[in-house]
């Protein structure tokens, strides 16, 4: 090896220099000879008798970047890591079903996971140890890397055969965790099951689940929202809206650009991980939006509308397409660029709105911000509100509408001055799954909110996966810089079918419906297990990973089984075709012992189940295009929550008319907007007036 490629040379690149992933080329010239996951890797492992450290994380984790900085950017540890290891690189992001499979790993070893993940493997792949982030050296943060390898070196040369059997065990374990036998279909008990338990975690005092770091978990919310409508249960329309308010209060929102931060380290929602990721802003759209048609509240609307405002302004690329996330770090610090003293903030307001903004958003001289392994403050100050508007105008004894544009002003002065700060990095890679998440996202709002520039976007994103991300009918995974790689999984494929379904409903274009059904077979025919039941994660034309798994519980994303099950009733609901119940049923029976077991982690999954038991109901609108009463009445049911409900535009059109049979029987009565609603094994007769329709809806 040359001096020039050494791996102790400071100019040294080693193999992931021609990779797309952002997060590997971040460690493209680490001293640490990392191969990316594949053959070249796993040939080099076996030739020279050495285990394979697998690192995997994302280019916008900040505890990744700490251990990179601390450890694989060191000279030292680079030659010791290359002396024991063949040392692999994996984005979880590009690679969630790699990711998927040794995450599992390590939780069943250490009981926990996260990100940078630790992973020891044989050569042959298989896991026998595993951690998460590591310091350099050992003490009070724990056992050091350099210490880790040194132990595993001794226990390689010398105890190798109790590390190959604690491996072959370990994989047998996980191989087995995807092969269990269908139960009985779940009671409709399981309902409440899952909403008792999501209610025994909820925190009555400042919203959200759990005592410590607050996550967003927006699949909760749905989940609550149905639950409500189902039940009338006053309780889960109020866990929702603590939850919400909180969260848009609090530090976790950006109040100066939008959008949400990844999660925060506080039950207050205040001192975030400034991280922000399409899937959050996505789901919280949604979540946003079901509360606004729930309630009718401005301000869940507003909030929907301020997070898009920051999806299509900051993670929008020129072709259409949403970028995936924006790092917590700038300049080495995190959260650096969202942060603020009280001198700065009072030198672009001036002294009497500077003091004003001051108090409405919490910010102090000695700093608000507390550094995270010790608890200091720093001097910074994150902005976030911890009184109504109506508390503060009271308070600083001005009206509402005087306050509210006297920040917004002030907002936007400080936005202006932040813009010139440096940026977070971008990771400008562009998923299928977190596209279909926007899409689905993007429609929604746009229907409900009258907003066409959504409806827009939504498609053009759309048009984006169909031109770069299908090769030759397959879809992809992952674009970037002019190339589209890895074979989609179940994610990609059940949230883009999620986006192909909410669009329909906001355009009634039937193209859209159409492609859904398409995806909906791809996956029956490469992803459905015929024997046992259950959506693979990986299609059936992929290179194995070492188990391919199928999963239903949701954590920060709900699962592409969860979300099938939903796409899967609805639509049945939209045509009828019996075979996608048939399905779903396969799909509830099979992971029903799970859910039993732990209802509350099933919450994505048992809203699909709850549209299943219904009542729910398929309403086709037969209207005259010229009628003008056709457009008021579909803005009219756009607006209410209906999440048990699917709606069809009667159209003259052969593909509609081929989607739903039943279709050509729907006529238009008395020269009016007519609704013919059918539902719960029947239909009703049709009807002209919107009254009617809630008449038989809320009856049911």
């Not at 285990?51 to 694989?72: K, N, Q």
């Not at 003490?139 to 040194?150: E, F, K, P, S, V």
């Not at 308010?245 to 100066?256: F, Q, R, S, T």
């Not at 903030?345 to 004003?356: N, R, V, Y």
């Amino acid at each position: 090896m040359s001096e020039k490629s050494s791996p102790n040379s400071k100019n040294y690149q080693n193999h992931l220099k021609n990779e797309k992933s952002p997060y590997l080329l971040q460690h493209a010239d680490n001293p640490v000879d990392w191969y990316p996951w594949g053959d070249e890797a796993f040939r080099k492992a076996e030739k020279e008798d050495k285990p394979i450290f697998l690192s995997i994380g994302y280019s916008t984790c900040h505890w990744c970047h700490v251990m990179a900085r601390e450890s694989f950017q060191d000279p030292e540890i680079g030659e010791l890591m290359n002396q024991v290891f063949v040392s692999v690189k994996v984005d979880r992001e590009e690679r969630p079903d790699i990711d998927k499979v040794y995450m599992t790993a390590c939780q069943m070893i250490i009981g926990t996971g996260g990100w940078p993940l630790t992973i020891i493997l044989t050569p042959d792949l298989k896991p026998f140890f595993a951690g998460t982030y590591f310091p350099k050296e050992s003490g009070n943060r724990g056992a050091g890397l350099r210490d880790l390898i040194l132990n595993v070196n001794d226990l390689w040369e010398n105890n190798r055969a109790d590390l190959v059997k604690s491996a072959e065990e370990l994989t047998s374990s996980l191989q087995q965790l995807s092969q269990f036998q269908s139960g009985s279909e779940p009671e409709e008990d399981i309902l409440k099951k899952a909403y008792q338990s999501i209610s025994d975690n909820f925190d009555d005092e400042y919203g959200g689940f759990g005592e410590y770091q607050k996550f967003p978990t927006p699949h909760h919310l749905l989940f609550l929202l149905r639950y409500w409508k189902l039940t009338d249960d006053v309780n889960a329309l109020t866990m929702v809206e603590k939850t919400l308010d909180a969260m848009v209060k609090g530090g976790i929102y950006d109040h100066l650009g939008f959008g949400f931060h990844r999660y925060s380290v506080d039950r207050q929602w205040i001192q975030p991980h400034f991280e922000k990721m399409l899937y959050d802003q996505a789901l919280l759209v949604i979540a946003y939006t079901e509360a606004y048609q729930a309630t009718g509240k401005t301000i869940y609307r507003e909030t929907a509308e301020e997070i898009l405002e920051y999806v299509l302004r900051d993670m929008r690329s020129p072709e259409g397409g949403f970028y995936s996330a924006e790092d917590a770090d700038s300049e080495g610090e995190e959260g650096k660029f969202y942060l603020w003293t009280r001198d700065e903030i009072l030198k672009i307001l001036g002294p009497e709105d500077g003091e004003i903004f001051c108090q409405v958003f919490n910010v102090s001289p000695e700093g608000n911000f507390k550094e995270e392994t010790t608890g200091q403050t720093t001097g910074k100050n994150i902005i976030y509100r911890d009184k109504s508007w109506d508390e503060l105008s009271s308070i600083l004894e001005k009206t509402q509408d005087e306050l509210w544009w006297k920040m917004e002003s002030a907002r936007e002065k400080l936005f202006n001055a932040r813009d010139m700060r440096i940026h977070p990095h971008k990771d400008d890679k562009i998923l299928t799954d977190w596209n279909g998440l926007i899409i689905a996202a993007l429609a929604m709002a746009g229907k409900t909110y009258k907003r066409e520039t959504y409806i827009v976007a939504a498609i053009e994103a759309l048009n984006f996966i169909t031109n770069h991300l299908q090769v030759q009918d397959c879809l992809m995974h992952r674009w970037r810089d002019g190339q589209a790689a890895v074979d989609g999984n179940l994610d990609d494929h059940a949230y883009l079918i999620w986006g192909l379904l909410e669009l329909y409903q906001a355009t009634f274009q039937p193209e859209y419906l159409n492609q859904a059904i398409t995806f909906n077979q791809r996956l029956m025919d490469h992803f459905w297990d015929e024997e046992n039941g259950g959506f693979f994660f990986t299609p059936d034309y992929s290179p194995e990973v070492l188990v391919r798994q199928k999963d239903a519980y949701d954590s920060a994303l709900p699962s592409g089984n969860s979300v099938q099950m939903l796409n899967l009733e609805k639509i049945y609901l939209l045509t009828g075709n019996s075979k996608n119940r048939e399905t779903s049923l396969a799909l509830e029976m099979y992971f029903a012992q799970l859910m039993e077991r732990s209802p509350a982690a099933f919450t994505m999954f048992l809203s699909g189940f709850a549209l299943k038991l219904g009542p729910s109901f398929e309403i086709i609108i037969a209207g005259d295009g010229n009628n003008r009463d056709t457009p008021g009445i579909i803005d009219a049911l756009r607006k209410e929550y209906l999440p048990n409900c699917v709606f069809v535009l009667k159209l003259d059109n052969k593909i509609l008319n081929e989607l739903i049979e039943n279709l050509k029987d729907k006529k238009i009565l008395n020269n009016q907007v007519t609704l013919h609603v059918c539902g719960d094994g029947k239909c009703y007769p049709p009807i002209n007036s919107l009254k009617e329709f809630f008449d038989i809806v809320k009856k049911n």
